[in-house]
């Protein structure tokens, strides 16, 4: 980096700043948004996190690798083994009974273990309007008085005119499934009915003509 004082030029070298090119290495394909929460010191060393839904883990593997005690529940086996993989890569072969095999209505953990909740890509595959409830309940459940619930997911946020209702909520996506889809109106009623402080305003991204995906932020007092 150079700068010029007095008229004259400094060059300063930034070190242990990675390149570029080394960052998908270090963070992996971990969602921009989740991203934005770790810059935003939301996420931090020391904290427990749990990720509902957690896939094959992408977005955990940078968290494991940086030394975050990290929690994870998928209903697949095979996604769960993956992540299992992961925390031996980690060297956190000694986790590996953090991550289960386990619906999101039903946790095997007790009131308030986490300091963060994350569920990425999940609550649009609930069944109806009282299953998304009870999954954002039971995450809710799971969340230390103070903690962060992040959570992306597909709505009608911006969708109008371009689905095709099924019935209630679920909606036949214009790239193929089936979807439970939140409005604004079920998130601002569901935070409210939580008592939950909004971290962040919603914000939605449109993907093509696809879908909407929204990023819903709370804290829990």
């Not at 020391?46 to 957690?54: E, I, K, P, S």
């Not at 590996?96 to 273990?113: A, I, M």
């Not at 986490?114 to 569920?119: A, P, Q, T």
Request: hydrophobic share 45%; aromatic share 10%.
């Amino acid at each position: 980096m150079c700068f010029k004082l007095s008229g004259k030029t400094f060059s300063i070298r930034l070190m242990n700043v990675p390149a570029i090119a080394t960052l998908p290495a270090i963070f992996g394909n971990i969602d921009v948004y989740l991203f934005d929460q770790l810059l935003k010191g939301r996420i931090r060393e020391g904290m427990t996190v749990f990720d509902a839904g957690c896939g094959a883990g992408r977005n955990i593997e940078y968290l494991l690798k940086a030394g975050v005690t990290v929690y994870g529940a998928d209903i697949s086996e095979e996604a769960i083994a993956s992540v299992q993989q992961l925390a031996e890569q980690a060297k956190q072969e000694r986790n590996h009974q953090n991550f289960v095999v386990s619906d999101l209505v039903n946790l095997p953990y007790s009131d308030g273990k986490f300091d963060v909740v994350l569920c990425s890509a999940v609550l649009h595959f609930a069944k109806d309007e009282q299953h998304f409830k009870s999954m954002v309940q039971e995450l809710w459940r799971v969340l230390k008085p103070g903690g962060m619930f992040f959570s992306r997911f597909s709505t009608t946020i911006g969708m109008a005119g371009k689905l095709q209702q099924v019935s209630g909520r679920q909606y036949q996506m214009p790239h193929g499934p089936v979807w439970f889809l939140a409005d604004e109106a079920l998130l601002r009623e569901q935070a409210v009915s939580l008592g939950a402080i909004s971290l962040e305003p919603l914000k939605t991204v449109l993907v093509e003509q696809d879908r909407s995906m929204t990023t819903w932020v709370l804290q829990k007092v």
